[in-house]
């Protein structure tokens, strides 16, 4: 079976600070790992894959095998970065669904 | 593209009645989901659909809940009888899914369902 398991739900910290959005996973192969995002009053959008390997709106996120983690990071955080925060896994090939942890409210304070 | 449109955006009803919610996905997509999420349980997918049909229906609550996808630009998801512990807000994505990996789900609006 695949979890994903978001231990915080809230996080809030002043702008500039760094954060870390924590995930970890189960799943016994290997799975392809999401981060969405989901700002006040829209949609929920993909932030990041792992498999691309990319820094978005400077977020950055390593997938750790031996930890079974894939944390998200920013370095130093914008009040427009405050959103709720999806982690999310999937297994490979086709007809694979994704399972969403619980999220996390991310609060950046001014 | 709109992308992907729900309706209604806002559901407000009574325990015991049917609540229909629509979902158009974004064209030329052949993947639709629908999730559920609480704050209790955050976002849980419910069922999708590959090519309009149903895959995996193993997070449908219960016999109450149904959906179909009767053609590729048009899905549902039935409650009935509905139930307070029903309220939620439930999202349809929609995906074009390559052949080795999970693509990028799109996700909908949401409708908030408030059962009373």
């Known amino acids: 079976a695949q979890r994903v398991t978001q231990p915080e739900k809230l996080l809030s910290v002043f702008k500039g600070a760094p954060v870390e959005l924590k995930c970890n996973y189960s799943?016994?192969?290997?799975?392809?790992l999401f981060w969405y995002v989901q700002y006040s009053r829209q949609r929920l959008q993909l932030l990041l894959r792992?498999?691309s390997r990319e820094s978005i709106k400077g977020f950055t996120a390593d997938l750790n095998k031996g930890e079974t983690s894939f944390h998200l990071k920013k370095p130093f955080a914008q009040e427009e970065d405050s959103a709720m925060y999806y982690c999310?896994?999937?297994?490979?090939?086709?007809?694979?669904?994704?399972?969403f942890g619980k999220g996390i409210t991310l609060s950046v304070r001014p | 593209d709109a992308g992907v449109i729900q309706s209604p955006r806002h559901e407000v009803t009574e325990m015991g009645q049917e609540v229909t919610l629509r979902c158009k996905p974004i064209?030329?997509?052949?993947?639709l989901f629908w999730y559920r999420q609480t704050m209790m349980r955050g976002l849980e997918l419910l069922i999708y659909?590959?090519?309009?049909?149903?895959?995996?229906d193993s997070g449908m609550p219960e016999d109450r809940f149904s959906a179909k996808m009767p053609n590729a630009s048009f899905s549902t998801l039935k409650i009935q009888p509905s139930e307070p512990r029903d309220s939620a807000v439930y999202f349809c994505?929609?995906?074009?899914?390559?052949?080795?990996?999970?693509?990028?789900?799109?996700f909908g609006p949401g409708t908030r369902l408030t059962v009373l």
């Open positions: 994505a929609s995906g074009a899914e390559a052949a080795v990996s999970t693509d990028t789900q799109y």
């Open positions: 799943y016994s192969g290997s799975p392809e």
């Open positions: 792992h498999i």
């Open positions: 999310a896994l999937s297994g490979p090939g086709a007809n694979s669904k994704l399972t």
């Open positions: 064209s030329g997509h052949n993947s």
């Open positions: 659909f590959n090519n309009n049909v149903p895959i995996d």
